[in-house]
């Protein structure tokens, strides 16, 4: 995972949700349940999408100074 141009190896579960409008996570399932999501992504700022060949893992580019 990376974040700001740091490589980060600790790996944390999160449960995610896909809508049309955004990708929502959460810290577990309790949580979705109980809570406001940990997190959200709007799908409007994804700028490209890229699948790893086993496609297993992907990476979402996202335009910041675009967000609201």
Known sequence: L??????RTTWQSRL?????EALTYFRNV???VRSAPAGLIP??????VVISPDQLEFEM???VAGSS
């Not at 990376?2 to 490589?7: A, E, Q, V």
């Not at 799908?43 to 490209?48: A, Y």
């Open 2 to 7: 990376k974040r700001g141009g740091i490589l």
């Open 16 to 20: 995610f949700v896909l809508t049309g």
């Open 30 to 32: 309790e949580d979705k």
């Open 43 to 48: 799908l409007s700022s994804v700028t490209d």
């Open 61 to 63: 580019n996202v335009d």
